[in-house]
Nanobody, 123 residues
Framework: QVQLVESGGGLVQAGGSLRLSCAAS????????MGWFRQAPGKEREFVAAIDYSGTRTYYVDSVKGRFTISRDNAKNTVYLQMNSLKPGDTAVYSC????????????????WGQGTQVTVSS
């Protein structure tokens, strides 16, 4: 079972940028798709972005397309989320998840969530 630890969150003004990191332990990281999710207060966890095992294919929720970029470094067992042009609506706890498959299908099969990192965007 993979263990995930997120970092990089913080407080930023609207229009600013943050880069989140998710460090993974376990031997299956390089063969697993990874994803980023977020949960705002009073709301359900929402899918944000996913990347396949090789880093070749990515998938984003419409609301972050063109602003967020997911990437991974299999040598470092780490997945990243570069967030640009942040908006107050992006405020949430961001968590990463591991997928049992090399590709992120089905999208609702992510597991092994980390503790999350808080992102707060002020207007």
């Amino acid at each position: 079972q993979v263990q995930l630890v997120e970092s990089g969150g913080g407080l930023v003004q609207a229009g600013g940028s943050l880069r989140l990191s998710c460090a993974a332990s376990g031997r299956t990281f390089s063969s697993s798709a990874m994803g980023w999710f977020r949960q705002a207060p009073g709301k359900e966890r929402e899918f944000v972005a996913a990347i396949d095992y090789s880093g070749t294919r990515t998938y984003y929720v419409d609301s972050v397309k063109g602003r967020f970029t997911i990437s991974r470094d299999n040598a470092k067992n780490t997945v990243y989320l570069q967030m640009n042009s942040l908006k107050p609506g992006d405020t949430a706890v961001y968590s990463c998840g591991a997928h049992p498959n090399p590709l992120y299908i089905p999208i609702n099969s992510f597991h092994s969530w980390g503790q999350g990192t808080q992102v707060t965007v002020s207007s």
